[in-house]
Every structure is written in C-alpha cells, then in structure tokens.
C-alpha cells in the first residue's frame, strides 16, 4: 500500500519529462499562452492519470482550477492505449454537455508499465500511449460525473470497434459476395474505407442477438428495435414468383454513435440464410458523404436512371444541374429511400439552384420508422431561432421526435435545412405545403401579421403607418419568439411614448 507522501513523490518524480512532453506535435494555436506554469499545472495532471492504469482500460483525472482572471474551469487528462477516435469521441462527449473546450492537446508517448499497470518509464521504450489533456468550462458536479462515465463507456466501445475491425470487414466483404449488381458493390465500396465500421450482430428469426462485434457486444438490441428487425426480415424475405430477395437496406439507427461522431449510427442490413438479418453499424466517412455521385454505387445507378427518365443529356445544361443537384443531397439519405421519393428530392433541389425559396420536402425513410424533413431557407434568413422552430414544427406536424438536424450551405442564395424524425406509429406524412406556408408565414410574414394586428386595434392608415415605423426595427430574436398581436401591442405603447416625449419636447 503507497502512502499519500509516496504516491506524493512518485507524482513529482513524473511531472518534470511530462512537462517537456505534454505539447508534443500541438498546433501553434493550442500552446499560444501555455507559459511553464501552466505547463507545469497540466503535467502534474497529466501524472495523476498515466500514474496507475489497469490494462486494456482508460484513466481519468479531472480537477477545477482557477484561471488568471478568476474565472473558473475544468481540465481533463485521460492516459490510453493509442487508437483511432479517440480525441473526436472525447471532444463529442465534451461538447453533449454544452461545454465549450478552449485548450486540447494529444502527445502520444512512449511509456512503460508493469504488468499490473504501474508506471515505470516516460520517453523511452515501452508502448504507444495517447494522452488527452483538455481545458473547457467547469461543470458542476452532476456534470463531472456523468463526464466520467461516458468517458469509460465510449472509450471502451471505440476499444471494441478498433479491436474487431478486421472481423467487421471480413463481414461486409462476405455479404458483399454473396449480393449482386449494385448492392453487392455498395457493400465493397463500404468496405474499400468508404464506412467507418464500428459494429455488427446477426439476428436470427428468433432469440437473442448473436455473432456480435464491435460496439454491438454491449448495445446490439438498441442498434434496431425488435419492430424493426422484424420488418427488415420481411422486406428482404425472398419472393413468392421468384424467389429473388432483396440484398441490402440502408437505414438510419435512433442509436447516436458513442464513437468518433456524435450522430445517429448509419446501418447496413443483409439477409442470413435462416431469414434472419445482419446488422452492420457505422458512419459515413466524410469523403464518401461529398464523393461525386458517379462514384457511390447506387447512387450512380439512380442518377442515371433520373437523367433518362428526364431525357436530360449529361453535357447540357439540365443534366448538369441534376447531377449537382443529386451531389448536394446526403448521400446516405439518397441511396436509401424510394427512388420516386429522389426524383422529387432532386427536383425541387434543382429549382432551388436557379431559384432561392422557401421550400419543403417530406420523404419516409426504409421501413416506416423516420421521416426526413428537407427545408430550404433564403440564407440570409437562416437563424439558430428558426432553425429550433422549423424542426418543432417539423416534430409536431408528424406527430414524432426530433432525433437530429444538419445544415448545408451552398454557395448559390439558398440554405438548406435537414431534420430526422422518430415516426415510428404514425400513420401518415402531413401536408407539405401547409408546413410550407406556416414556415413562409414564421420567415416572411411577420410584418404583415403585425399590421394586421394593428388595423384591429386601431385606424387602419395609422395601423400602416405605424407598422412601417416600428415593425422593422424589432430584432429578429424579437420576431421569432413574440406574436404578432403581441407585437401590436408593443408597438402601440411605444407609439404613446413617442407622443409623449414630443409633447414634453414642445
């Protein structure tokens, strides 16, 4: 047993190389200001976590501390074996809690160890260990806590996803076999680094998840409910004149990836032999999500089936602009939901292209369980207010739970807005151009519902007058989140303090 004085100077005995060490291969910006000091502070830290760590496990040390200004903050030194993920998997756990990371550094050092994990040795020798030292805003105790268990969750998933890598694309590559055409090329595609492979799991007609992999050892079930699993069973079940089946279902999981990025898990599902299903889980990666259509199986063939269907010739200008309007759709959206769903997609994307608008799209994703709503704004229209208010209205309208959003900004006048869903229980899409209007009316028609407001409580000529002199000088905050009448009402008071203030002037 190690007495506090010991571990005391054991401590000591570490802060000196770590010191030299913990701003290895940092960006200038990362070590602008990080005087010794300070070095010093994050290195003493920094051993408190390399001191001891169990193998195959993560450790963790988090303290307050003071800045020069007075202002209070947290840092964060996490000891690991060396991996992929690890720095965006623990900045997404940072950045879930609403903090904002204002110092992040990553030296991967040599380090010796016993075998029970003791530190025996810093800078020469021994193995690669990733050190993760993070200055953030401070959060409470609560805050900490949960900061630490989601640390030693993910980090163990990404452990997991790393481990079985090989395993999970041996798995792809088998389907990718056994599929034809388009989908068993999709497949190879996602395996040839297009498809950040995190987990797998076969589930067959009946009983538990089985052949497990990756992050799917601890969360198979939640990758897809078991509604879910059973009508992917039967959407790819073979058919009754030909026997043929489906070989693929591209999908969306309500699960968000504990590893790498926080956003729902992408999943790639296959048929088993017994009429089960495979459920591969990942992300994109973010050269396959801007890849030219051309160059994603599936897609490609869709594209060339909507510029024939058009009669659109690749060279002109139409077939053109179909082809950059099918580039700029998600790519993980576009191979998966109906073509007739695309079609319509990528023509309204199209007239947005020549024409900024407002403009939505409702499309169902595979198997009933999401809408993806498709809102286009002017961009000089787009605020972070709007943005919360479309995806309520969006999640009340379809009577379901918002899971995710996405902006994307092109560089004509428009930009477009992407919302997912959790539908799962309602029967229907709502009436698009009744969302339609309502957003038309949130973005544009405030003024007018404020001049309306005011001929029911005044003069009608004065109601005008009145709404030209004050309506556009209301902030857009202020537009977002007050009524019309509301706004009336305000604008009258400060119509009688205009009065007022003359009076007093004469």
Known sequence: MVSDQQRAALLEGWVRPLAALITKGSVPGEIEGFAA??????????AEA????????????????????????????????????????VAAIIARHG?????????????????????TGIGKGGGAESLIYIECDRGDARTRMAIREELRANLGAVRAAVTDWHALESAVRADAAAATGDEGAFLNWAADGNFTLLGKADFPTKGAAVAKLGLARGKAEALLS????????????????????????????????????????????????????RVH?????????????????????????????????????????????VGVLPHDIAVSIDEDDLQRLALTAMSI?????????????????????????????????????????????????????????DDGGAAGLRYMIDVRGSAKLP????????????????????????????EPRSATRLALRYAPHFPQSYRDHTPAAEAALDILALASLDEDTSRVVR
């Open 226 to 277: 078991a509604t879910a699993r059973v009508a992917a069973a039967k959407a790819m079940a073979p058919r009754a004149t030909t026997q043929d089946r489906r070989a693929l279902l591209i999908v969306k999981s309500n699960l968000i990836s504990p590893v790498h990025r926080a956003v729902p898990l992408d999943l790639l599902i296959t048929p088993l032999a017994n009429g089960g299903i």
């Open 99 to 119: 903090l904002i990371i204002s110092r992040l550094l990553h030296p991967v050092i040599s380090v010796s160890r016993t075998a029970e994990g003791d530190l």
């Open 353 to 409: 292209a020549d024409r900024p608008r407002i403009a939505v799209e409702l499309v169902r994703a595979p198997l009933d369980r999401h809408v993806f709503g498709f809102v286009w704004l002017p961009r000089d229209e787009l605020t972070t207010a709007r943005r919360v208010g479309i995806g309520d209205l969006l999640a009340e309208a379809t009577g379901g739970q918002l899971l995710n959003w996405s902006i994307k900004l």
């Open 281 to 325: 889980a990942g992300l994109w990666t973010s050269g396959a999500l801007g890849a030219a259509p051309d160059d994603v199986p599936i897609l490609s063939a869709r594209l060339a089936a909507l510029q024939a269907t058009f009669g659109f010739s690749i060279s002109g200008h139409a077939g053109k602009a179909l082809t950059h309007a």
């Open 50 to 89: 390399l001191l001891h760590r169990a193998p195959l496990h993560p450790s963790i040390a988090l303290e307050s501390f003071a800045r020069k200004d007075g202002e209070r903050q947290m840092r964060l030194a996490i000891a690991n074996d060396d991996m992929p993920f690890l720095v965006d998997t």
């Open 37 to 46: 000091p300070a070095r010093r502070e994050a290195a003493c830290l920094a």
């Open 431 to 458: 009436d698009q151009n009744a969302i339609e209007t309502q957003i038309e009316a949130m973005v544009r028609g405030w003024p007018r519902a404020v001049e309306a407001s005011l001929a029911a409580l005044a």
